[in-house]
């Protein structure tokens, strides 16, 4: 089994640290490479920076078809951008790390809590509860006010800023589970896990998990319905080359 984890900022030590933590879950014989877009944001913070990552996503994906031999994708960004746009590209599961992380803090809590990097980006996670339907199971989205990418310059303190919202969370919530909201924390717990006792859900590994399970009951992205390949169409511009795509054609 290939899972092919795709990091949709630009940072290449944040995709280094995803991987490896991605490999230490995998399955023996499930072999875990990881990329990350050629341009785009360094970090994503913001509407903004989600709707650039989501080209680099959606190229991404089109760069493993034409690879052949990846069975499933995960994308590792909290955000999960353009998560339905590369499940349109592709028959293999296509995993985002924030749905991946609901559907797991559910199976072992009623009610989770979400900490998160910035205060601002939290209107992003409540977008992702109301859409996937998992709002009523979190009690409150928290953010540890630190950039994403304190997590790679700073560690230390941004790991203390994090532990510091997850007992908040714990102490004040009324919850027996917590999501981490980035990508770039999925290094990180089972450190927080032992500090605050609860546990402890971060996406990469959630969704790692999760998309081994679907390639092993034999689970591809369904091609009936919306999430059928592109209907093939010219585009223009910087875009021009997306004309000749070569997928399969929609039904």
Do not use: W
């Amino acid at each position: 089994m290939h899972i092919r984890i795709i990091n949709p900022n630009t940072t290449a030590s944040m995709t280094a640290a995803i991987h490896q933590a991605a490999q230490r879950q995998a399955a023996a014989s499930t072999t875990v490479t990881a990329t990350q877009p050629d341009a785009g944001p360094v970090s994503i913070e913001s509407h903004f920076d989600e709707a650039i990552s989501a080209v680099g996503v959606a190229e991404e994906v089109l760069k493993g078809e034409r690879e052949g031999g990846i069975d499933a994708y995960v994308v590792a960004c909290f955000g999960d951008p353009g998560l339905l746009a590369a499940r349109e590209l592709t028959r293999a599961p296509v995993i985002g790390i924030a749905e991946a992380a609901f559907h797991l803090a559910t199976l072992v809590s009623t009610r989770f809590s979400i900490v998160t990097t910035l205060g601002r980006t939290g209107i992003i996670a409540e977008h992702l509860l109301e859409q996937y339907g998992f709002r009523h199971h979190c009690r409150r989205i928290r953010a540890a006010e630190i950039p994403v990418l304190d997590l790679e310059h700073h560690p230390d303190a941004a790991f203390t800023r994090i532990v510091e919202e997850c007992c908040r969370a714990r102490d004040e919530d009324g919850i027996g589970a917590i999501v981490l909201g980035c990508g770039g924390m999925a290094n990180l717990t089972e450190e927080i896990t032992r500090e605050v006792g609860l546990p402890v859900i971060e996406g990469v590994s959630a969704a790692l998990k999760l998309a081994e399970s679907l390639v092993s009951l034999g689970l591809h992205t369904s091609k009936h319905g919306d999430l059928d390949y592109p209907r093939p169409k010219a585009f223009t511009g910087k875009f021009s080359a997306l004309s000749d795509l070569h997928l399969p054609s929609p039904r």
